[in-house]
């Protein structure tokens, strides 16, 4: 009996050795993965940054791969390992990621389960046409330019809104993006935020509005946008082309001829230009042009739908910006040789 106690007090004493040897070697595997956890990585590319895509519901193997191949110098075992030790290998979010010097594996965790995607932004600006948003987006950092090639009616079919003329569809604004982005999603992103544009101005339109149509608005505060950035003249200039659609006169706006010039334009508006009759000739034709003429901004939207109470039907540009209202012709030419000809 003594001996039996003899052997059971032996062996229990060598697992109690084994199980304090085995929890300082976990406490010092431990200590090891948390100094390794914040202890730099390297990119193995000469690019400054890995730019990782990681695609809806990627495992956390697949995840260890992708940022493995994007650059970053780490075994992809390890960094998997990693992951599933961590707890936090289900909260990784996909996305488009950047990883930069220094780095260390607790911040690329940090970025991964926090959706700290990597962004890019392009502004379009007020007044811009379709053409130049095209050239912007041609310039945009980090997108995929699957557009480039397509016409103005492929990319406005891809859209959504097929047959419908790309010019002023489109709102004028700053909009961010992950990096890799495809361009038709910026695209469809500022037409849909123009749509909405639109309505809400449709919606506050008051009764001194001469508009039957959404359309007719967007046209509208396009020449308005055109005319003028002042904003004090803004429903000054809405009321003037309003009041000339009532009483069935030409609008007789600039901007809608240079428009039609396109890229032709030198700066120089001639009699000759305003007298070749176009589809955008507002001195030729009656009625609002065809289409837009550029992006509006929103002011120039809520100005077509909210003109100001007045019976002008001319204004002048004063040379510094903003401009002269005139109820008559006869007020508006004393205006013109005081402006323009300085007489």
Excluded: C
């Amino acid at each position: 009996m003594g001996a039996s106690m003899t052997r059971v007090t032996s062996i229990l004493r060598r697992l109690t050795i084994l199980a304090i040897a085995l929890g300082v070697l976990l406490l010092l595997a431990q200590q090891m993965v948390r100094l390794w956890a914040d202890s730099p990585l390297h990119l193995r590319n000469p690019e400054p940054a890995a730019l990782v895509v990681i695609a809806p519901q990627s495992s956390a193997k697949q995840v260890a791969a992708a940022v493995v191949q994007a650059g970053v110098d780490v075994p992809a075992w390890v960094l998997h390992t990693w992951f599933r030790w961590s707890g936090k290998s289900r909260q990784i979010q996909a996305g488009t990621y950047e990883f930069t010097e220094p780095l260390t594996p607790n911040t690329l965790m940090t970025k991964l389960t926090k959706g700290e995607q990597a962004l890019a932004k392009v502004t379009f600006i007020e007044g811009w046409t379709f053409r130049q948003m095209r050239q912007a987006m041609r310039d945009a950092p980090s997108v995929q330019r699957t557009t480039e090639d397509w016409s103005d009616e492929q990319i406005m079919e891809a859209i959504g809104m097929p047959g419908v003329p790309a010019e002023g569809r489109f709102f004028p604004d700053t909009y961010v993006y992950p990096k890799n982005s495809p361009d038709l999603g910026i695209y469809r992103q500022a037409a849909r935020a123009m749509q909405a544009q639109l309505e809400s101005a449709w919606q506050r339109r008051s009764g001194l509005a001469a508009l039957d149509k959404r359309d007719d608005l967007l046209i509208l505060a396009s020449m308005i946008e055109k005319e003028t950035q002042h904003d004090p003249d803004r429903q000054l200039i809405s009321a003037v082309f309003h009041n000339r659609l009532r009483l069935g006169m030409k609008l007789q706006s600039d901007p809608t001829i240079i428009y039609s010039l396109g890229e032709s334009f030198d700066g120089n508006l001639t009699k000759r230009h305003l007298r070749t009759d176009t589809p955008f000739n507002s001195y030729t034709r009656l009625g609002l042009p065809p289409t837009p003429i550029a992006m509006p901004s929103a002011a120039a939207l809520l100005a077509a739908a909210n003109p100001a109470e007045t019976n002008a039907l001319f204004f002048v540009g004063k040379g510094d910006g903003s401009s002269h209202f005139s109820e008559t012709l006869n007020e508006h030419n004393a205006a013109v040789r005081q402006f323009i000809l300085k007489q």
